[in-house]
């Protein structure tokens, strides 16, 4: 979280800054898509090939603007300064600041001390509809994805949860199954559905942002993919987990087997990665 800078939003207005977040096709808030087209249609704003840099605030007198500035490098270098616990002050050259909208488009749990408590600008003042947070009270398409940034983030914490004895599912006969075979064979339409729609990425390349691929310990990827319904995280040097609109707060494991890490790694080939 960032500490209180101040920078311009317009007409000379003051802007307080909270945080900014990146909106790019490697990196974008996934609550608000599934991809990065989805992503910047929330928030009004064309897919530009490099991306957007969201600055969020309050003006003087409380109201929440989100700052939409094409310097993707500026605020990158201010979320990594902050994240170090290093001051950065945050200010976009006003000629690269693409728009000013009203409202916050995530939650932020903070406020500019001395200032009104966080409200939409006066939507008499002509400023449009305010942006807003998804809903995630209940589960679904935001929830769901949001689950998925957790069990990319704690890997190590969900990963010790599975007991890889459980992927094997007897099959009237012959060798067990195991990993993706299981799945696959033992009868689950979702985690069917979904491999099979992930095998089709690889055939036609879906919106961009789909499949997106960060850094993990050792020369492993971090994978993830998302599509109509469900998400997918995997590492390439391991087991994936999926997560479905229709089954709320499940966390289904795939197990390797023979078929997966082949799988996974024409995944990490074809997915957008962070400059």
Same mark, same amino acid.
């Given at each position: 979280?960032?500490?209180?800078?101040?920078?311009?939003?317009?007409?000379?207005?003051?802007?307080? =800054?909270?945080?900014?977040?990146?909106?790019?096709?490697? &990196?974008?808030?996934?609550?608000?898509?599934?991809?990065?087209?989805?992503?910047?249609?929330?928030?009004?704003?064309?897919?530009?090939?490099?991306?957007?840099?969201?600055?969020?605030?309050?003006?003087?007198?409380?109201?929440?603007?989100?700052?939409?500035?094409?310097?993707?490098?500026?605020?990158?270098?201010?979320?990594?300064?902050?994240?170090?616990?290093?001051?950065?002050?945050?200010?976009?050259?006003?000629?690269?600041?693409?728009?000013?909208?009203?409202?916050?488009?995530?939650? =932020?749990? =903070?406020?500019?001390?001395?200032?009104?408590?966080?409200?939409?600008?006066?939507?008499?003042?002509?400023?449009? #509809?305010?942006?807003?947070?998804?809903?995630?009270?209940?589960?679904?398409?935001? &929830?769901?994805?949001?689950?998925?940034?957790?069990?990319?983030?704690?890997?190590?914490?969900?990963?010790?949860?599975?007991?890889?004895?459980?992927?094997?599912?007897?099959?009237?006969?012959?060798?067990?199954?195991?990993?993706?075979?299981?799945?696959?064979?033992?009868?689950?339409?979702?985690?069917?559905?979904?491999?099979?729609?992930?095998?089709?990425?690889?055939?036609?390349?879906?919106?961009?942002?789909?499949?997106?691929?960060?850094?993990?310990?050792?020369?492993?990827?971090?994978?993830?993919?998302?599509?109509?319904?469900?998400?997918?995280?995997?590492?390439?040097?391991?087991?994936?987990? =999926?997560?479905?609109?229709?089954?709320?707060?499940?966390?289904?494991?795939?197990?390797?087997? #023979?078929?997966?890490?082949?799988?996974?790694?024409?995944?990490?080939?074809?997915?957008?990665?962070?400059?």
């Amino acid at each position: 979280m960032a500490g209180t800078e101040e920078a311009a939003v317009a007409d000379d207005d003051a802007l307080y =800054v909270l945080t900014a977040v990146l909106v790019t096709p490697a &990196q974008f808030p996934s609550v608000l898509g599934d991809d990065y087209p989805q992503a910047c249609g929330a928030l009004g704003l064309a897919p530009l090939a490099d991306g957007y840099g969201l600055v969020l605030g309050q003006d003087g007198e409380g109201a929440r603007w989100t700052v939409v500035t094409d310097d993707v490098s500026l605020v990158a270098v201010a979320i990594a300064s902050w994240d170090c616990g290093m001051e950065y002050d945050l200010s976009p050259d006003e000629r690269s600041v693409v728009t000013a909208l009203p409202g916050w488009p995530l939650a =932020v749990a =903070v406020a500019v001390p001395g200032l009104p408590a966080p409200h939409d600008p006066d939507p008499d003042a002509g400023t449009g #509809p305010a942006l807003s947070p998804p809903d995630t009270s209940g589960w679904g398409p935001a &929830q769901r994805r949001l689950g998925a940034d957790e069990i990319a983030v704690q890997w190590s914490t969900w990963r010790e949860q599975v007991d890889d004895s459980s992927f094997a599912v007897a099959d009237g006969g012959g060798p067990e199954p195991t990993g993706e075979e299981a799945p696959a064979r033992g009868g689950h339409g979702g985690i069917r559905r979904v491999l099979a729609e992930v095998r089709a990425y690889l055939e036609t390349p879906p919106p961009l942002g789909r499949v997106r691929s960060s850094f993990a310990p050792g020369e492993a990827r971090t994978l993830r993919a998302d599509g109509p319904g469900w998400s997918l995280v995997a590492r390439t040097d391991d087991i994936a987990f =999926v997560l479905l609109d229709d089954e709320p707060g499940e966390v289904l494991p795939v197990g390797r087997g #023979p078929e997966l890490p082949a799988l996974l790694e024409s995944l990490d080939r074809m997915a957008v990665r962070p400059n």
